[in-house]
């Protein structure tokens, strides 16, 4: 059957000349992400919160670890020579607990009410100075979270695609629609916890991945730092 060898050929002539095609399909690009600076965490998401996307970090009540994320995650980002944009909801970040190096890499916008949060966040993100933002949502009431339009969370999706800036939104319970990924940490830190070292704080978060670009599908599994 001479159709069929000649298929067969172009099939071997390819492999040799382009080794990085695979049944008609290029290879499927990497994605960028940006490191957390939590190891057990970073390995979860493949490398760290992807670039370009909306996170969702969700940790019910207090003591959960997400204000341990949100500390190491702006350390990482200054140790990597980059800005970090904090909106905080309730003016909750206590920023004596960070390094006088990783605050000067930090522009933290302290809001009163999450409406204020949200028009924070948005000329944040059409700003293009900052490639993180951080808007941390979890201690304002639900009352506040509820008048959030969905069509907000569409608008700042549509913004980090044009501008390649990444966005962390930190909950108390799943909040964000269409968000890329949702992680879960919990953790039991109390008071006498929290005067522990900060490395011995990351060792005690557990973290489910609930929803990820790659699958789009539910938990991936529980790691513990």
């Not at 994320?69 to 004596?96: C, E, I, K, P």
């Not at 190096?101 to 924070?120: D, F, G, P, T």
């Not at 490395?199 to 730092?225: D, K, P, S, W």
């Amino acid at each position: 059957m001479p159709t069929l060898a000649k298929i067969l050929d172009l099939r071997q002539l390819l492999a040799e000349r382009l080794p990085q095609v695979r049944s008609g399909f290029a290879p499927a690009a990497s994605l960028a992400t940006l490191p957390t600076g939590v190891p057990v965490l970073d390995t979860q998401l493949g490398g760290g919160i992807p670039v370009g996307e909306t996170t969702e970090l969700v940790g019910a009540g207090l003591g959960s670890g997400t204000a341990q994320v949100v500390h190491r995650l702006l350390r990482q980002t200054a140790l990597n020579g980059q800005f970090l944009a904090l909106v905080d909801g309730v003016d909750s970040f206590d920023a004596d607990a960070a390094e006088p190096s990783s605050l000067a890499r930090l522009l933290w916008v302290r809001c009163q009410k999450a409406s204020e949060a949200i028009q924070a966040t948005d000329l944040l993100l059409r700003d293009r100075n900052f490639p993180l933002v951080v808007l941390d949502l979890k201690l304002n009431p639900a009352t506040q979270l509820q008048r959030i339009s969905g069509s907000v969370w569409h608008r700042f999706n549509r913004l980090l695609e044009q501008h390649r800036t990444t966005l962390l939104v930190v909950t108390d319970r799943p909040l964000v629609g269409g968000t890329g990924v949702r992680v879960q940490v919990s953790a039991q830190l109390d008071v006498e916890a929290l005067a522990h070292p900060p490395v011995e704080l990351l060792g005690r978060l557990q973290f489910t991945v609930l929803r990820a670009l790659a699958t789009g599908g539910e938990a991936q599994g529980i790691l513990t730092g």
